[in-house]
């Protein structure tokens, strides 16, 4: 018996990294799993279909099922496709685990347009627009009177709810990723679908030039950055155990999760009348009493 028998997953980006180690998991769970991966580079070029069709053939041969798709996820044409197969090929869809993501890295002032787009898109269209499609499923089933215990696991970053310098691109997609789980999280709540987000920190090709030499085993042999560890969490998440859980934003690290809150008030200052900037200048030690007024510090690192 797996905690996931019976279910029909999709997972985004799974060629590589973390996404392939949450395919591999899902199905020793005993989900089928659509492995979509359009097979591009770190900066989202080329199309090499080898990395998903290995991942595909690791399942299959550990007695599992799953399927490639190659679909881009950031066009509306290529999420309807691979919700479609999931739907039209194994009869359902339970959990959808968008992960697909690229880098572009720059200094705001080096930044190109390009730039800018393909990683708002990848990231935060490619987000929403396979959850559209699995909503509109979802919701169509729901009202039907079938039973639907939907799951939607997104990926944020640390970088999106702290702001990482060299990623305005990726860090505002990241941050948008977070607010719309909270948003899909309430609409999709009265349909039996759960909507979370994991901030993973692991060993890709996408961090190791990042955390390069820090990324290594611990003395105890426990490899705290082997992204295995990231789908341990999102397997649960998509379990039906996890379905009181729903719009929350996890940071994941090794054997840490740490549950978040956002954008919490920390300083306040109250009058029964807008506020003169003048008067803003004299109330600026109330507003910020006890705490700084220059970049909030929130690092875990
Ligand atoms: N590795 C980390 O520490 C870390 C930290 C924070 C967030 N993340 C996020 O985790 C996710 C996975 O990252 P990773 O580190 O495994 O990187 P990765 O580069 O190893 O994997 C990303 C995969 O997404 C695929 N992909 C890119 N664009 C796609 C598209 N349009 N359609 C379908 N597939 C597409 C790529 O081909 C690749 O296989 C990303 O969203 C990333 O931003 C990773």
Redesign the pocket.
């Known amino acids: 018996m797996g905690l996931l028998d019976e279910k029909v997953a999709i997972v985004?980006?799974?060629?590589?990294?973390?996404?392939?180690e949450e395919a591999i998991q899902l199905a020793n769970e005993g989900a089928t799993v659509i492995v979509?991966?359009?097979?591009?580079?770190?900066q989202?070029e080329g199309d090499d279909r080898t990395?998903?069709q290995e991942v595909v053939d690791t399942i299959t041969a550990a007695g599992g099922t799953a399927a490639v798709n190659s679909?881009?996820?950031?066009?509306w044409g290529?999420a309807k496709s691979v919700v479609d197969q999931a739907v039209e090929g194994y009869g359902s869809l339970d959990i959808l685990v968008n992960?697909?993501?690229?880098?572009r890295d720059k200094m705001s002032f080096n930044m190109e347009e390009s730039d800018w787009d393909d990683v708002i898109r990848?990231?935060l269209k490619?987000h929403f627009a396979p959850s559209h499609f699995a909503a509109v499923y979802w919701r169509a089933k729901a009202k039907r009177g079938e039973d639907v215990r939907g799951r939607i696991i997104n990926?944020?970053?640390?970088?999106g709810l702290y702001g990482n310098a060299g990623q305005a691109n990726?860090s505002a997609a990241?941050a948008g990723i977070a607010s719309m789980t909270w948003v899909l999280a309430r609409e999709l709540e009265r349909y039996g679908v759960t909507v979370n987000a994991i901030?993973?920190?692991?060993?890709?090709?996408?961090?190791e030039n990042?955390?390069g030499d820090m990324a290594t085993k611990r003395d105890d042999g426990f490899d705290e950055w082997d992204?295995k560890n990231i789908s341990q969490l999102v397997t649960f998440l998509a379990s039906d155990e996890a379905a009181d859980v729903n719009g929350q934003v996890f940071i994941v690290f090794g054997g840490n999760i740490w549950a978040t809150t956002a954008f919490q008030p920390v300083g306040e200052v109250h009058r029964d009348h807008a506020w003169t900037p003048q008067e803003l200048i004299e109330a600026k030690g109330d507003l910020f009493k006890g705490i700084s007024s220059g970049i909030p510090k929130f690092s875990f690192f």
């Open positions: 985004t980006g799974a060629g590589r990294g973390i996404g392939r979509n991966d359009v097979g591009g580079s770190l989202g990395p998903a679909d881009d996820i950031s066009s290529g992960n697909a993501g690229i880098l990848v990231h490619g990926t944020s970053s640390e970088a990726y990241k901030a993973p920190r692991a060993r890709t090709r996408m961090t990042l955390f992204p």
